[in-house]
């Protein structure tokens, strides 16, 4: 068994440089839900048409709560620069310029995803398939990004680092294993891989930047698995509440 090391211990080891401490950022991997049983089973086919339309559903609170929490975030940050950085993530979600096509956003793009997989608009939208866990873990985040200083919420956002290998897994394996599903509902996954890529290159610049003692860094590595942990959660939750 591991045993952390106390604060004392911390201040006395030397920071670990910019690239060991990404490798240590990068190695939280391990923990992240790609590797969650139910998203083992999702994506080697083993859900039924009510699982996936129940992980749909309830994701979609997540996925609400995403322009919150980054808007809670910039809210937060002093710098104009940072902040014309910031706001496209909120963009990427809400839609901008006419709100048509690839310009509706990733709210719209899940909405689709749900009408794929048999779920009316009107349905999701009303949040009653979420499961109270899901809420939850959800609003836990909400608030953290709203109450934690700026930086700190920007480094619990590097789950993002992880995340355009969760949505090839599911380009690849979904109109294989659900060709139920209407492939075009699919596109939030396909958009999310280069957005994904360019939010990691600003978040890690935030990180390697602000983190820079031992004790910090080490502060920025729980920050991270406190948001795995609420991703890990939700899908725990996901599973019992599970049609």
Known sequence: MEIAQSPLTLATEPPWSPSEFEEQLRAKGAAYHIHHPFNVRMNAGG????????????RFYYQMCIPRKDAAILANMPDR?????WVERILDHDGYGDFAGDAAGGLEAWTRLGEAVGLAREALWSLQGVAPAVRFACDAYVHFAATAPWQEAVCSSLTEMFAPQIHKDRLASWPVKYPWIDAQGLAYFRSRIPLASRDVAHGLQVTLAHFTSRAAQQRALDILQFKLDILWNMLDAIEKARP
């Open 47 to 58: 859900c039924t048409p009510d699982e996936i339309r129940h992980w749909v559903a309830n």
């Open 81 to 85: 620069a940072h902040r014309r950085l």
